[in-house]
């Protein structure tokens, strides 16, 4: 089947520095979705990608789609303590009619 | 309703019972997915409904595990002769039918499951 690479697996970082995290397939994608989970909860949507090139910030946060379809990051800036959590990407490709999800960067945000 | 709803959000039961867990997707979502995700793990893809058409059980374990979707509406996930391995929390999530465009898909609080 498809497969989401995401990475980095783990991060570790001081309060105050900027994150960033990125998923790529072999395959083209439609949509890029990224997620976040809290200790206990599920995961809740962060920000949506529709069009190649796009470019979207939600607060400190910003993904872009890729130019090539096969790939998204998710950038964090000037992390703080309630960042801690994972991290999901989540790709739509029409051609397999499915969502395939990433296996989850897992932030730590030291105070 | 406003967001996916699972019940029951925790169970515990002993090894060998059958559990059912409840799933409700948001209001008008004709797709509707399982994931099962074991501490510290990624989502593992369990069945996947879409409307009226047969659903996609290939992600399903074993045998022991079925769902079924009602009136296009709430879902239940059964799991038969629970095993400790089972013990997992089992997420349901909804969205708008599977190509359209500007589609996302909403996940529910979990369902968390322990056999003892």
């Known amino acids: 089947g498809q497969q989401l690479n995401q990475s980095p697996q783990s991060m570790f970082i001081q309060e105050g520095e900027d994150v960033s995290m990125n998923c790529t397939s072999s395959s083209i994608f439609n949509t890029w979705l990224w997620y976040k989970q809290d200790p206990g909860e599920g995961p809740v949507l962060l920000i949506a990608?529709?069009?190649?090139?796009e470019l979207t910030s939600n607060g400190r946060l910003t993904a872009q789609f890729g130019i090539t379809r096969k790939d998204s990051f998710l950038n964090i800036s000037a992390s703080i303590p309630s960042d801690v959590g994972i991290y999901f990407c989540?790709?739509?490709?029409?051609?397999?009619?499915?969502?395939?999800f990433g296996s989850g960067t897992k932030l730590n945000v030291k105070p | 309703g406003a967001g996916v709803s699972q019940s029951p959000s925790n169970k515990v039961t002993e090894k060998g019972k059958d559990v059912e867990l409840r799933c409700d997707p948001i209001s008008g979502h004709t797709a509707l997915y399982w994931y099962r995700q074991s501490l510290g793990q990624g989502l593992e893809f369990l069945i996947y409904f879409q409307g009226n058409s047969a659903p996609d059980k290939s992600g399903l374990p074993s045998d022991r595990f079925s769902a079924e979707r009602t009136g296009g509406s709430v879902s239940t996930l059964t799991i038969q002769r629970t095993q400790q391995e089972d013990s997992a929390v089992y997420l349901c999530a909804s969205s708008l039918e599977l190509g359209r465009v500007g589609n996302t898909i909403y996940f529910g609080e979990g369902s968390w499951l322990t056999v003892v």
């Open positions: 989540a790709g739509l490709t029409f051609f397999f009619n499915k969502f395939y």
């Open positions: 990608l529709y069009k190649a090139g």
